[in-house]
């Protein structure tokens, strides 16, 4: 079983469509967990780091389940601009060495 | 502020050859990684440096890779020889204290 784990995709939704990914992982030590957006022949740009509580940023909102070892990323109103592969890292505390998932690729249509 | 920078962004090299990835972090940042990114794969960590001390290096596939940081600002990797299976995009990443990442725009790097 892989570390990370993410549904490949692609995602395909209209305009204006809610959208939710989800990330599992495997090990139960990970302490920090986070999404990165990576357009075509882009480097992985951070999107938002997930809280314990949960947080929100705009039409962005990430959700972290320690008892089932999932995080999931909700993308409300979803715009053209929106398309691109979001990848899930997961960080074990006490150190700096990231878990990647392979990405879910999201594609916004018109 | 300048980000990450890599040389080159893309190499095409013949299979033996030595190839030599370069990276420079951001000011200021502690914290230096190198990844590979493939489609099979995807993005993982070969090895990362801490005020220039290599911490983990277990990603690094074996022995024909080899990183280094001379210093705070300069890293880098280099393969040799060469390999087809080589071919990906390498990422240098770097990180203050805090966690948050930033990446640089990579090499593309293609071994005949």
């Known amino acids: 079983r892989k570390e990370v784990e993410q549904d490949p995709g692609p995602f395909n939704v209209p305009e204006g469509a809610t959208v939710a990914f989800n990330c599992t992982y495997s090990?139960?030590?990970?302490?920090?967990f986070f999404w990165y957006r990576q357009d075509c022949r882009k480097e992985p740009k951070l999107l938002m780091s997930?809280?314990?509580s949960g947080n929100e940023d705009g039409r962005f909102t990430a959700q972290l389940n320690r008892a089932s070892q999932y995080i999931s990323l909700l993308i409300r109103d979803s715009k053209l601009s929106d398309s691109a592969t979001y990848l899930c890292?997961?960080?074990?505390?006490?150190?700096?060495?990231?878990?990647f998932g392979t990405g879910t690729r999201l594609k916004v249509l018109a | 502020d300048a980000g990450v920078i890599q040389s080159p962004r893309h190499e095409v090299t013949e299979m033996g050859q030595e190839v030599t990835l370069r990276c420079k972090p951001i000011?200021?940042?502690?914290?230096l990684f190198w990844y590979r990114q493939t489609m099979m794969r995807g993005l993982e960590l070969l090895i990362y440096f801490n005020n220039n001390v290599p911490i983990d290096d277990s990603g690094m596939p074996e022995d024909r890779f080899s990183a280094k940081m001379p210093n705070a600002s300069f890293s880098t990797l280099k393969i040799q020889p060469s390999e087809p299976r080589d071919s990906a995009v390498y990422f240098c990443?770097?990180?203050?204290?805090?966690?948050?990442?930033?990446f640089g725009p990579g090499t593309r790097l293609l071994v005949l």
């Open positions: 997930v809280y314990s």
């Open positions: 000011s200021g940042h502690d914290y």
């Open positions: 890292a997961v960080k074990d505390a006490g150190t700096y060495k990231y878990i």
């Open positions: 990443a770097s990180s203050p204290v805090q966690e948050t990442q930033y």
């Open positions: 090990n139960s030590a990970s302490q920090s």
